[in-house]
């Protein structure tokens, strides 16, 4: 489970809307990351039920993800939010996740 500290709230969501923002995609995720002032970078999954109509699963995508992002947080730029859309292929995906996710980080320059 991904600590409260690296949780982007919903109320952040509002506030961060404000400020520029740059893209990153790739076949499996859309990525829209904001340069605010949070201490360790914030991220949100965020999984439409256009991806599933099943809550197990879309639940299922946003556990793998936030996982992925647990286990590579000391590879991740600070200061940043992030919001994660995972595209309909990334329920396919399975254990390829966290390296398709790395490689969306990278282009999108959120490693370090």
Known sequence: ML???LRLKREDIGF???IKKKTASSEYFFLKIYGANFSPSRFAVVVPSSISKKAVQRNKI???VRGAILRNTEKLK???AVIIYPQKETAVVGKKLEEKLMEVF????ILK
């Open 3 to 5: 600590p409260r500290a």
């Open 16 to 18: 961060i809307k404000n």
């Open 62 to 64: 946003k556990r793998r």
């Open 78 to 80: 600070d200061e940043l």
């Open 106 to 109: 990278k282009k999108g320059g």
